[in-house]
């Protein structure tokens, strides 16, 4: 897959497909465009490519909503738009200016000007252009004087079982990691680095990787307590426990993200490593001191190690 970034010409195109969104999860709706995409391609042998933006647009546009989370870190979407068989991927620098291009100055400026856009897929909801203008009944209405088609994927295609990144957003905020799961169409994942804690899980026989999250507007899950598997540099899958929260127990005041590898014993201090979520095991308790939450860990760690043991 080639990465441009900035809409610079696509000299060798002899077909472009375009798609164009912020694509935040790529979640099985995104996955059924960026299909659609690639078959058409293929069929008239051209090239797949897809605009996306970076910042998010809502942090140019919105700067004092505090509250944009999003599910995939320009990195994270990168990596997996790799397995989709998508060709080029445009990655357009979103700033104020930007934001200032009518519709008709998108379609001249970016999808003719620049990528010589032959066909132009879409999904049924999607908007573009100075305040959110553009839409799909506007470019089937005037494609032929563009010189392009433009095909729509259908709601019923895309989210028939209420797919969407705001319903995940939901979903991973109150903790249902499983739900999440099954409309992104892979386990949801944070990837940060490792540094040195309070070390009170060794203390209690628990101990854990803290984790700084690599972005700070990449979502964490609700407070609770996870099982997971860590991905470490060296590509080792670990099956886990997560904690994320407060620790109330010990009257902790920021909240962690911490990861107990289960039969692991090594030092991870400066290493990259990637958390990915599979069941919520419970919410973040306050106990009645330390030996109450020893034996809460040791039920958690019970229950995930039965969990791993089923999926085989």
């Known amino acids: 897959m080639q990465i441009i970034k900035g809409p610079t010409p696509l000299l060798q195109s002899n077909f472009a497909i375009v798609t164009a969104g912020t694509f935040d999860g790529l979640h099985l709706g995104h996955r059924k465009i960026i299909e659609r995409l690639v078959q058409l391609a293929q069929e008239y042998k051209g090239e797949s490519t897809l605009i996306t933006y970076d910042p998010h647009p809502r942090l140019v546009l919105q700067p004092e909503y505090k509250e944009l989370r999003y599910l995939t870190t320009l990195d994270e979407k990168i990596a997996l738009l790799e397995s989709t068989g998508l060709q080029r991927l445009v990655i357009i620098p979103f700033t104020i200016e930007f934001s200032e291009l009518s519709s008709l100055d998108f379609i001249n ?108 507007f990449k979502l964490i899950p609700a407070d609770g307590v996870y099982a997971n598997y860590t991905y470490l540099p060296d590509g080792r899958k670990v099956p886990s426990i997560m904690s994320i929260g407060t620790n109330p127990t010990v009257n902790g005041e920021t909240r962690t993200v911490e990861a107990h590898l289960l039969d692991f014993n090594e030092t991870l201090y400066a290493q990259k490593i990637t958390v990915e979520f599979t069941h919520r095991l419970r919410g973040m308790v306050k106990f009645n001191g330390l030996e109450e939450l020893k034996a809460a860990m040791a039920a958690d760690e019970q229950k995930a190690r039965a969990l791993f043991k089923a999926e085989g």
Do not use: C, W
Request: hydrophobic fraction near 35%; avoid cysteine.
């Open 109 to 216: 400026q970016i999808l003719i000007g620049k990528l010589q856009t032959k066909k132009l897929v879409i999904g049924y909801d999607h908007r573009f252009g100075k305040n959110r203008e553009g839409g799909f009944d506007y470019l089937k209405a005037n494609g032929a004087n563009f010189g392009f088609t433009v095909e729509e994927i259908s709601r019923a295609d895309i989210d028939d079982a209420g797919i969407s990144s705001t319903r995940i957003r939901k979903a991973l905020l109150e903790g249902d990691v499983t739900m999440a799961a099954k409309t992104l169409g892979r386990n949801y994942s944070l990837s940060g680095t490792v540094v040195e804690g309070r070390q009170l899980g060794r203390t209690l026989g628990y101990p854990t990787a803290n984790i700084v999250v690599d972005d700070p």
